[in-house]
Antibody, heavy 120, light 111 residues
Framework: QVQLQQSGPGLVKPSQTLSLTCAIS??????????WNWIRQSPSRGLEWLGR?????????GYAVSVKSRITINPDTSKNEFSLQLNSVTPEDTAVYYC??????????WGQGTLVTVSS | QSVLTQPPSVSGAPGQRVTISCTGS?????????LHWYQQLPGTAPKLLIY???NRPSGVPDRFSGSKSGTSASLAISGLQAEDEADYYC???????????FGGGTKLTVL
């Protein structure tokens, strides 16, 4: 059974970088069949897919157009985890952030969620 | 404005059958991309309910079923129970956005 454990600060100042980590157990970040995703949820934007990283003989990334200029998702094979960095945050980035394992375009496994508030 | 459109709310009495629609377009459901459904209880992460239009993961009761027609899809819940009260979301891939998209969500109230 796959479990995803998120960690990271719940408060970030405007213009700074939001950083979260998702530790994986029960699967490998280097899996050839899974993708590793970040999704956020806010009252104003609903559920929003942010991006993913995955391994298919080499590493690939894909990002949502809405955050493409500000986002980086990186795998860490030594720790079997992946991370999210979102730069230049504004109060609009306040949301619950989830990591999720993707298979065939759906998300069967989710992290517990982290409420990140952007405020000074 | 979500790319996939769902009714904000539906309701039904215990034992009844309700359906939740998800309307897309030719760049997502109509293009043949799979449609998935999630159930979200308050304060928890979404839970996969239906994948690839009509398939149930292990452990999901057969009271939940999904279907697709053209650019739309539907989630049906029969034999409604109090524990089904939750938010429900559809999700697919959109080729015009080159990314995965969710519906705005439907709040199910069990009367």
């Amino acid at each position: 059974q796959v479990q995803l454990q998120q960690s990271g600060p719940g408060l970030v100042k405007p213009s700074q970088t939001l950083s979260l980590t998702c530790a994986i157990s029960g699967d490998s970040v280097s899996s050839n069949s899974a993708t590793w995703n970040w999704i956020r949820q806010s009252p104003s934007r609903g559920l929003e897919w942010l991006g993913r990283t995955y391994y298919r003989s080499k590493w690939y990334n894909g990002y949502a157009v809405s955050v493409k200029s500000r986002i980086t998702i990186n795998p860490d094979t030594s720790k079997n985890e992946f991370s999210l960095q979102l730069n230049s945050v504004t109060p609009e980035d306040t949301a619950v952030y989830y990591c999720a394992r993707g298979r065939d375009g759906y998300y069967a496994d989710w992290g517990q969620g982290t409420l990140v508030t952007v405020s000074s | 404005q979500s790319v996939l459109t769902q009714p904000p709310s539906v309701s039904g009495a215990p034992g009844q059958r309700v359906t939740i629609s998800c309307t897309g377009s030719s760049s997502n459901i109509g293009a043949g991309y799979d449609l998935h459904w999630y159930q979200q209880l308050p304060g928890t992460a979404p839970k996969l309910l239906i994948y690839a239009h009509s398939n149930r993961p292990s452990g999901v009761p057969d009271r939940f079923s999904g279907s697709k027609s053209g650019t739309s899809a539907s989630l049906a819940i029969s034999g409604l129970q109090a524990e089904d009260e939750a938010d429900y979301y559809c999700q697919s891939y959109d080729s015009s956005l080159s990314g995965w998209v969710f519906g705005g969500g439907t709040k199910l109230t069990v009367l």
